[in-house]
């Protein structure tokens, strides 16, 4: 019998063995059902409108519903409109009231259809799941709407509920509702396998939309833990995210949206490069700052300044971490400055720009005193930031280095081997660790360095850990030998630029190593996979994401429109419902277009595999939970019949 502590404090929730057992037929029921939809995506790269769009659509699943139930009996463009009103409410709506002569009557036809694919899509759960998930005041008229039309003489009443919506003025807000709650159920579980921030204009949107989700968890990648870094205080981390947001002209995000103050850094820049062009600096501009618009120029100035500062700053955690094995990295010491050339790994290049006035000659690790100051005021706006904070602890709370699920494993990067498939031993704090031992010590580790920082460490430095996890060359998180920005900035030769894969991407081509890391973290290869995200597949060169004989998936298919060039498409969603597992390939997400019009395409959805019987909620994580409840319930109605818990009234 369990601990009878523990049923008494079940005791206060199920007060008397009616309770109980009322419960423990609920739970028998959700067993039953078949297991919801899981998506997973990755490398979202802060390409906020994308992915939304991609969850509010459920990667296509919604058009797929609305063609189903409407297909004979609406035009193309009704369904469309229907499913554009789904992806996008407010902006429908607000197009709806210039072109509609009656808009409440279209808001009460609209109603209708909406109620048609909220059941189509609530199917699959039971009244009290849907319910949960419906919007709060609306819950109730909602929940009534989607079961009271096929009761005859509930007809009546359901007219009415839609009537007095439409004429106490609450149409719109009831319509954005319910497509959002189609939206939500749509999607059971949602899996991010890292990567949310860098590149694209708003990984804070996308972390507050995230944080609103009712069911996520994330896999940390490799710029998220740069990001979790900065946030912990690290300068090598800071000033790596600044550095590259900034040659992204991201300043909206980092001004507005985190309120990170650049006003030092501005200063100093303009100063110390009031000369120089800053050619090879100058920002990728994927999309316009609205509120912070920066002068390319003074942006390109800022990302100098921020680069050597980063050049310093690695240097010293290089120097400081021998284990790290990074001295190769160490290059401004490699700079003749009187021939105007760097030497790397041995070969001597030619430097493109040798302004480099900041840095000493002798000691060139040293950040100069005007540099201090503004790595200084760039930490506190970091440590300040509560929206950043609070985006970063979710991180911690939902997130973790690797994920299994379901049966299948989650990672970002890659699982550290050697060429000859061994898992790799990799040094940290005196030992080593392998496989799933150091993914678990690594994850440990960095949760240390988040919420007990070590407090003899000198400013800016807890929490190097999340560094070398960003481009250590055996992170699991990176997968590379090294990370080449100082060479790709101030070195032509693009030979110098080569990043190589590690030995894990190539292993993974074959299906020897994929079912050895299955075992290694438990689960059984043949009913599960790895889900792998990181290196952006080169479809348009004809790679697939399927690798390892069907056992792993990569589905970083370029969200990031800086990577849409080289995929030839733009994202994946992987998804795994009761029936089969697919892949949804996405087209470029175009958006709405100031006469309130916007264009959307439905991926393509290729099943991968087909499951041999329909996996049911019992089959999941949650059922084996929902197993050990239902014992717990049996256990607890067994005390309260031999007396051991008196029984009480609701
Ligand atoms: O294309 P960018 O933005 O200059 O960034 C290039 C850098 O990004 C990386 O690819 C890491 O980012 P990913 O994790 O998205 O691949 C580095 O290996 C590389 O040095
Ligand atoms: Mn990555």
Known sequence: ??????????????????????????????????????????????????????????????????????????????????????????????????????????????????????????????????????????????????????????????????????????????IIKMADAISSLAVDQLHIIGDIWDRGAHPDDIMDFLMGYHDVDLQWGNHD???????????????????MNISYNNFDMLEV???????????????????????????????????????????????????????????????????????????????????GTVTVEGVEYEMQDMNLPTVDHDDPYTLAEEENAVMESLEASILNSDKLQEHIRFMFSH?????????????????????????????????????????????????????????????????????????????????????????????ADKASHKEHTRPYYSLIRESAPCVKILLEFGLDPSRSKILNGHVPVKIKDGESPIKGGGLLYVIDGGISKAYQKQTGIAGYTFISNSRFMALAEHKPYSPLQSDGTQVFTTPAVKIVETLPERMMVLDTDQGADIVKQIEDMKQLIEAYQKGLIKEKDE
């Open 399 to 491: 997130g973790a280095l690797y994920k299994k699920i379901n049966g299948n494993l989650l990672y970002h990067g890659c699982i550290p081997m050697t060429e000859e498939g061994e898992f790799q031993e990799v040094p940290i704090n005196g030992s080593n660790y392998h496989g799933k031992a150091l993914m678990d010590y690594i994850d440990e580790e960095v949760r240390k360095a988040y919420f007990a920082p070590d407090e003899a460490e000198e400013v800016g430095r807890s929490g190097d850990i999340m560094w070398y996890l960003w481009e250590g060359s055996n992170s699991p998180l990176f997968g590379k030998d090294k990370m080449t920005t100082f060479e790709r900035l101030f070195i």
């Open 257 to 339: 949206g985190y309120g990170i103050n650049l006003r030092r850094l501005t200063t100093f820049a303009e100063k110390v490069y009031r000369e120089d062009p800053c050619q090879k600096f100058m920002p990728h501009i994927l999309d316009e700052n609205v509120y912070d618009p920066v002068d390319p120029v003074l942006a390109a100035k800022m990302h100098k300044a921020m680069a050597i500062i980063q050049f310093k700053l690695e240097g010293q955690r290089v120097m400081a971490h021998p284990e790290y094995n990074m001295e190769k990295r160490l290059l401004l010491d490699k700079i003749n400055w009187e021939k």
């Open 1 to 174: 019998m369990a601990d009878i502590k523990f049923l008494e404090l079940l005791a206060n929730d199920y007060p008397n063995q009616k309770a109980a057992t009322a419960e423990m037929i609920n739970l028998n029921a959700i067993l039953a059902l078949p297991k919801g939809t899981e998506y997973f995506l990755s490398d979202l790269h802060g390409e906020h409108e994308a992915f939304i769009h991609m969850l509010k659509s459920a990667s296509g699943t919604i058009k797929g519903k609305i063609d189903e139930y409407y297909g004979g009996i609406l035009s193309e463009t009704d369904r469309d409109d229907l499913a554009a009103l789904i992806y996008n409410a407010e902006a429908e709506i607000a197009r709806r009231k210039k072109s509609e002569r009656d808009f409440d009557k279209w808001c009460n036809t609209v109603i209708y259809r909406l109620i048609t694919i909220c059941k189509s899509v609530s199917t699959k759960y039971t009244r009290s799941k849907v319910r949960r998930r419906l919007p709060k005041y609306w819950d109730y008229a909602m929940d009534e709407l989607l079961h009271a039309d096929d009761e005859e003489n509930k007809l009546h009443y359901y007219d009415a509920i839609i009537s007095s919506v439409v004429e106490s003025g609450s149409a719109e807000d009831f």
């Open 225 to 243: 833990i740069v990001w979790m870094g900065a946030a912990t205080g690290n300068w090598a981390c800071i000033s790596n995210i600044l550095r």
